[in-house]
């Protein structure tokens, strides 16, 4: 691997992401659902401020008028859902789209490595969920100029969002190497990420053990946690080894490309 | 060549057949003889494919690409198994830090001790609308308690969808959480960690406590079904595998040994010196008692001997225009506030009906252990209790007749021992004093939860009576033994009977961080989040692409 390398693949990545305008439109649409909600939350939690003032009983309810249980809280699990949702449209173009072109025999002709060429690709869109990621910080910083809210709280939230997004990218990142049809692509992304998120919903049907386990392999059971502000190895591992195993097996799935 | 062709659909019929025969498995739950048969001739028709085309097969297993692809898929599984074999050791062992504030997603050292200890399999079943609001806050909860014993298991039901699994546990309200220990169940109303643990330890307790109602005045029976009979308390009781009996003081040399808590439930006649003395004989050896006197007042000694251990006890009755508020009438005021420093009424938060009931009231002493716990609202009042003399204007407050609320409806306090009667008297009655008689400060519960050697603390609080008085026993009858009442009653009973058991744990929830936003507030929110940014963004985003076009 050769960092010069990744750096330069990063470099042309990004130029291509910022400079096409639907890079944008991903971004804008993140920003408004997450906006939206965000809106929605708080506006929520203002009435029930409001309606505390006047029903004490109300107030008393475990965790209804705190601001990181019932605004941030919520907040971070929506954003990771409509994460998941948008990593797709992001991912689908990265190599499937050099596929198509040809331009993919090209690149792994330059002397460079496939890992040079995973890991280029990878931080680039990596760096484009930052910036969306990033824009978002304004719901807190609104939270904290007119509220109290715990701020660690939120910078664990974060890192959760920021694991959760390097996560579904490698995935998509896979995906898009397994085809050179970018609706393809996004839709088995889209499948793939769906099922890791909702395969913790079977949990009850099933033994208790099978049932640990399924939590276990869902993508968003490992956010809830940071998001509440409790930081567990357990779930840092899990997106850890969850982006190295799909990376690996993008760079298995580009080598086919050389005997196939 | 051309007859081998005839032969290629057999490698798909084969994976069919096998299919079919397992998705009929799958179906009828059986492995009967369709399916059985689907598999076998499946793979014979594999098998025959297999002789068929064998030379084709070798050739395609001695290509170049399957032998990469081959290779390709063993490295792919081996990583997996590593994969996997990190990810199962982070959960073996794992580092785990709490951010917040006030590390309230962190269990008691307590609590975590008595998981740990866990032998058999406890469960937890959460009986929770899924839109309830306090629902995430059980989850969280259990999780914790989860997180440190797999003996430790937890599941959400949803009454409204799953009425026989609520029937089955006998569960009337919504956040009511039922924790299972063997054939032992054990019900918990709030999400707290001190009730979720006492109840765990009360599953895991072995001690069967009895419960004396006293009879011969007209109490309330504990065998009477009617709407204004005991049998719900008794069942609560049961419920909770304890005893319930009855005791005819008159009869009895003293009271039992064995009472954990003697229950006067609303005496309509008085009571015999002889048998106050018993009682008093019981609560100076450390026994515990409560007294639910309605406003009858005709019940001169009884009052007066609870007089004698500073309860004030009003010929009086109390009115409530809350009460009109919540559907109910003006005679069964709403008890709305509770002491938050004593542990019965501590992390109580439902309301009480109280239907025709006198004021109680004690001078409060923490030190001595004697509070006011539960007070009607301040739209209450008190008015004569001789019902002759009502009158129409009583029905509204009036400054110059009525006394205004809150008005206190249960009250409680500790009894020293008499030192000659319990060795425990002279030896600890230093402890006890400092333990039992501060028993509704959070510190001095904290301190006992932290003492490891519980014999100790449990001799000390051997040597203090209690006495508890409500000024309403109708308010545990059946009519009214419902949600809050339910809970209020059973709480004073537990406390009563089991407080050297059971553990303090300070409660830790978020503080209140309410946001009040005004229109203009409420205005900036939604331009910047749902129209600026994403405006900037979109300005951006076509100034680079005019940029481009301009440049190409």
Request: with cysteine; net charge neutral; charged share 20%.
């Amino acid at each position: 691997m050769s960092i010069r390398n990744v750096g330069l693949i990063l470099n042309r990545e990004l130029k291509s992401y910022f400079s096409s305008f639907t890079v944008y439109i991903v971004i804008i649409m993140f920003l408004l659902m997450t906006g939206y909600f965000f809106y929605n939350l708080t506006a929520t939690f203002s009435i029930v401020s409001y309606q505390a003032q006047s029903d004490p009983m109300l107030a008393k309810q475990y965790q209804l008028l705190n601001i990181n249980e019932t605004v941030i809280r919520p907040l971070f699990g929506t954003i990771g859902i409509i994460l998941l949702m948008m990593t797709p449209l992001l991912t689908m173009r990265l190599l499937a789209e050099e596929k198509k072109t040809g331009t993919i025999e090209l690149l792994l002709t330059f002397p460079v490595n496939d890992i040079d060429v995973v890991l280029g690709k990878y931080l680039a869109c990596l760096v484009v969920v930052l910036t969306m990621i990033l824009l978002t910080v304004t719901y807190p910083v609104l939270l904290v100029v007119l509220g109290e809210p715990e701020v660690v709280p939120i910078g664990t939230g974060y890192l959760g969002l920021v694991l959760l997004g390097a996560s579904a990218i490698s995935l998509g990142l896979f995906t898009s190497s397994l085809t050179e049809n970018q609706i393809v692509s996004a839709s088995i992304s889209f499948a793939m990420l769906f099922f890791f998120w909702l395969i913790s919903y079977s949990a009850p049907l099933v033994s208790a053990g099978l049932g640990r386990f399924l939590s276990y392999l869902s993508i968003n059971e490992h956010i809830e946690s940071m998001s509440k502000g409790v930081v567990d190895s357990t779930d840092i591992i899990y997106y850890l080894c969850f982006i190295v195993l799909f990376l690996f097996l993008t760079l298995r799935s580009l080598e086919t490309k050389r005997w196939r | 060549m051309k007859a081998k062709g005839l032969f290629a659909p057999l490698g798909l019929l084969s994976i069919f057949l096998m299919a079919a025969g397992g998705i009929t498995y799958a179906i009828t739950g059986e492995m009967g003889n369709l399916p059985l048969t689907l598999i076998w001739v499946g793979l014979l028709v594999l098998l025959l494919f297999f002789y068929i085309f064998f030379p084709e097969i070798r050739e395609f297993i001695t290509k170049r690409s399957t032998k990469y692809a081959f290779n390709t898929a063993i490295m792919s599984m081996v990583f997996l198994v590593i994969i996997g074999l990190i990810a199962g050791m982070s959960i073996k062992y794992k580092v785990r830090v709490d951010l917040t504030k006030d590390s309230r997603y962190t269990l008691s050292s307590h609590t975590v001790k008595i998981l740990k200890s866990l032998k058999e399999d406890v469960e937890a079943i959460a009986f929770y609308r899924s839109d309830e609001r306090t629902r995430q806050a059980m989850s969280d909860l259990l999780s914790e308690y989860s997180y440190h014993s797999p003996k430790f298991s937890f599941r959400f039901v949803d009454p409204d969808r799953d009425p026989i699994e609520t029937a089955k546990y006998e569960v009337t309200s919504y956040r009511t959480t039922v924790l299972k220990y063997g054939d032992k169940h054990e019900i918990i109303g709030t999400e707290s960690e001190n009730k979720l643990t006492n109840s765990l330890l009360k599953l895991l307790s072995k001690d069967i406590k009895v419960f004396y109602f006293v009879s011969g005045h007209g109490e309330k029976s504990i065998d009477n079904k009617e709407e204004n009979g005991y049998s719900y308390v008794k069942d609560a009781i049961e419920r909770e595998n304890h005893q319930v009996r009855d005791l005819l003081l008159i009869n009895a040399e003293k009271v039992p040994e064995d009472a954990a808590v003697l229950v006067v439930s609303g005496p309509e006649a008085d009571y015999l010196p002889a048998e106050l003395d018993k009682i008093t004989a019981f609560v100076k050896k450390g026994g515990r008692a409560i007294f639910m006197v309605d406003p009858s007042g005709g019940l001169p000694k009884l009052t007066s001997y609870l007089g004698g251990f500073g309860f004030e006890l009003t010929n009086d009755l109390i009115f409530d225009k809350t009460s009109q508020v919540s559907g109910s009438n003006i005679a069964i005021p709403v008890v709305v506030q509770y002491d938050k420093n004593h542990p019965v009424t501590r992390e109580f938060e439902q309301f009480t009906f109280f239907p025709f009931a006198r004021s109680v009231h004690i001078k409060e002493e923490p030190a001595k252990g004697s509070f006011d716990i539960a007070k009607t609202s301040d739209k209450s009042w008190t008015v004569t209790s001789d019902i002759k003399k009502l009158t129409r204007e009583d029905e509204e407050f009036n400054a110059d007749k009525h006394k205004r609320g809150p008005i206190s409806v249960v009250a409680v306090t500790a009894v020293e021992v008499n030192l000659g009667d319990t060795k425990a008297g002279d030896t600890k009655a230093g402890d006890a004093k400092a333990g039992d008689a501060k028993a509704g400060d959070a510190k001095a519960g904290d301190a006992k939860a932290g003492d490891a050697k519980a014999g100790e603390g449990q001799d000390s609080l051997k040597t203090w009576g209690k006495i508890m008085v409500t000024g309403d026993s109708d308010f545990a009858s059946n009519k009214f033994m419902k949600a809050g009442n339910k809970d209020f009653l059973l709480n004073m009973l537990n406390w009563l009977a089991e407080e050297h058991v059971l553990i303090s744990v300070r409660r830790k929830e978020p503080g209140l961080t309410p946001l009040l936003l005004n229109p203009v507030q409420g205005k900036i929110v939604f331009w910047l989040s749902v129209v600026i940014v994403p405006s900037l963004l979109l300005v951006a985003g076509l100034g680079v692409t005019a940029r481009r076009r301009r440049g190409a």
